[in-house]
């Protein structure tokens, strides 16, 4: 089974940075999308960025000039940098897997719900 665990989360100020990570164990990514996904508080989950593991991305349009996606299939390991954050990024981040969709926009777009999901990481956005 699957398991995501996601780090890199924490407090920044406006117009700072963060690494998200998110590192899978008991399977591999092979074959499966990734993606990136928040959840501020009272709001709807949302996708921020995915990626296929030929290396296809998408991201939402609000915040592709800000993001970079990537992923490492023989480490097991997907990356979300993030820049020039604002206070309205702040939200919990979650790392999803699936097998079930095969466009990264389908995936972030939640046509069907991922299968795999982790803890979710704290970001937080505030001088």
């Known amino acids: 089974q699957l398991q995501l665990v996601e780090s890199g989360g924490g407090l920044v100020q406006p117009g700072g940075s963060l690494r998200l990570s998110c590192a899978a164990f008991?399977?591999?990514?092979?074959?499966?999308?990734v993606g990136w996904f928040r959840q501020a508080p009272g709001k709807q989950r949302e996708g921020v960025s995915c990626?296929?593991?030929?290396?296809?991305?998408y991201y939402a349009d609000s915040l592709k000039d800000r993001l970079a996606i990537s992923r490492d299939n023989a480490k097991k390991m997907a990356d979300l940098q993030m820049d020039n954050l604002k206070p309205e990024d702040t939200a919990v981040y979650y790392c999803?897997?699936?097998?079930?969709?095969?466009?990264?926009?389908?995936?972030?777009?939640?046509?069907?719900?991922?299968?795999?999901w982790g803890q979710g990481t704290q970001v937080t956005v505030s001088s």
């Open positions: 999803a897997a699936t097998e079930s969709v095969t466009s990264v926009q389908a995936m972030c777009d939640m046509s069907r719900f991922p299968s795999y």
């Open positions: 008991g399977s591999s990514l092979d074959y499966k999308l």
């Open positions: 990626i296929s593991s030929d290396g296809r991305t």
